[in-house]
Each structure stands twice: as C-alpha cells, then as structure tokens.
T-cell receptor
Framework: GAGVSQSPRYKVAKRGQDVALRCDPI?????LFWYQQALGQGPEFLTY????????KSGLPSDRFFAERPEGSVSTLKIQRTQQEDSAVYLC????????????FGPGTRLLVL | AQTVTQSQPEMSVQEAETVTLSCTYD???????LFWYKQPPSRQMILVIR??????QNATENRFSVNFQKAAKSFSLKISDSQLGDAAMYFC??????????FGGGTRLMVKP
C-alpha cells in the first residue's frame, strides 16, 4: 500500500505569512506524529495524535504552531506569522498505534522563510 | 528526559568493507525500544533495524546488525559488505511509553567505490 505522503514538498514563505502543511498517513494507522528537522540535525518531536485526539503537543515551539487531525486521518500543521527560525524540514510519521510500534515517515516538507 | 548521542558526525567506509556507527543513550526506564533510521539525500527516513530492550539477542536484518549493551546504554549499528547505496545520514532513536521518538544528531556515512 501507499506510504506516508506530505504536501507540499517545498514551501517558500515570506516572513509573517501563514503556512499549512499536510500529512496523509498510511491507511488505517491510528497514530500520527510531527517532527521538525533543522539543517544538519536530527528530527525533534512536535506533536502526536491518536486518531483525532492530540495527546501530546509538548514539542510545539510556540503558540504560532497549531496541528489538527479532525477526522483521525489527514493532519495539517499550521504555522502562523512565520519567522526565519521556522525554516526547517517538517516530517510526518504514522504508526499502527500499538505501544512501541514502528513509525513510518513521509518525505517531509522543506519550509524556507525569507 | 531521555537523550541520544551519536559521537561520529561523519564516517567513511570502502565499498564491501564493514563499518560500525556508535550510539549511546541516557534513560532511567527499563523497557524501551531503540531504532536505527537511514535518511538518504531525498530525505525520506527509512527504518533500518529495531531492538527491544527486553531482548538480550541482538537484532539482525541482512547486512545490518546491532550490538546492544543495555548496562552500558550503547546501541551500535554494524553494516557489513557496504554498498554505494548505503551512503546516507543514519539516525539512532529511542522510544518508550511516551511514543515520541528521541533522535541523535546523526552520522553521515560515505561509501567509497
């Protein structure tokens, strides 16, 4: 079956613009994760959903970051009033939901804020 | 908080040779999972191998194997018969009941023909 997909793959935004990043998880996967990966670094956790419930948003760096998964499938990560420090690759991962299940990653969205 | 450390920013190996990538982690938990992920230049993160902490036997997947030393909190990845397609960033990651993955800083592996 299809893997995790993300769109857009690349996004250039002017400082102060709002952006929305989309993640389509593997069909049937209950858990969905967002990570932020700065250039040359390992990914860092942002937030986690189980079905439509956002169970952990401790990694969101500021209140400008907002994520939702209203129907328990597709998720959107929204960044309001983008800043240059938001420039990074945003990775989405999904898993079947059991404890300690392997997470499968999408290709990421590379965001560049000018 | 858990931390994962990869002390080798870059490694190089000759094609067909063996290379070992190092990873150490810090946790107070006794039950957890460890992973190695590969990230080629296209940036799609791919699972290489996983290890359950309660298992004493080291995980193996074809040319990839781990040396898991629980007491030392060490989790190294050995790649045998290295191939050009193995060139990538490799990330060690930790997971426990929190479900989120904690990643190390990565090791860039170069494979020389």
């Amino acid at each position: 079956g299809a893997g995790v997909s993300q769109s857009p793959r690349y996004k250039v935004a002017k400082r102060g613009q709002d952006v929305a990043l989309r993640c389509d998880p593997i069909s049937g996967h209950v858990s969905l994760f967002w990570y932020q990966q700065a250039l040359g670094q390992g990914p860092e956790f942002l937030t986690y959903f189980q079905n439509e419930a956002q169970l952990d948003k401790s990694g969101l760096p500021s209140d400008r970051f907002f994520a939702e998964r209203p129907e328990g499938s597709v998720s959107t990560l929204k960044i309001q009033r983008t800043q240059q420090e938001d420039s990074a690759v945003y990775l989405c991962a999904s898993s079947s939901g059991g404890v300690q299940e392997t997470q499968y990653f999408g290709p990421g969205t590379r965001l560049l804020v000018l | 908080a858990q931390t994962v450390t990869q002390s080798q920013p870059e490694m190089s190996v000759q094609e067909a040779e063996t290379v070992t990538l190092s990873c150490t982690y810090d946790t107070s938990e006794s039950d957890y999972y460890l992973f190695w992920y590969k990230q080629p230049p296209s940036r799609q993160m791919i699972l290489v191998i996983r290890q359950e902490a309660y298992k004493q036997q080291n995980a193996t997947e074809n040319r990839f194997s781990v040396n898991f030393q629980k007491a030392a909190k060490s989790f190294s990845l050995k790649i045998s018969d290295s191939q050009l397609g193995d060139a990538a960033m490799y990330f060690c990651a930790y997971n426990n009941a929190g479900n989120m993955l904690t990643f190390g800083g990565g090791t860039r592996l170069m494979v020389k023909p």
